[in-house]
């Protein structure tokens, strides 16, 4: 058996199948965020992004534009901190 995501792959014996139960359980126990976040590709009328990271005050995303579309220059003021995209 193997399960292929943008980030990981798992490959085990389909005899273990039931385990991949335990482990997500064991994770959402642990109250680790990976058993709920998932990356996939967000498209939008200019192309697409997708988040492959992100923490209490930040984000980072890959992104993909279209030929010929452009992006608007986004300003973005937290606290102390100014961020542009």
Do not use: C
């Not at 389909?14 to 590709?41: C, F, M, P, Y």
């Amino acid at each position: 058996m193997w399960i292929e995501t943008d980030d990981a792959v798992l490959v085990a014996h389909h005899d273990a199948a039931q385990d991949v139960k335990k482990i997500v359980d064991r994770l959402k126990a642990e109250k680790r965020s990976v058993a709920q976040w998932h990356r996939k590709e967000i498209y939008q009328p200019w192309g697409w992004y997708d988040g492959v990271d992100s923490g209490q005050r930040f984000q980072v995303k890959r992104i993909g534009v279209k030929p010929g579309a452009a992006l608007s220059l986004q300003t973005i003021i937290i606290g102390q901190n100014i961020g542009l995209l």
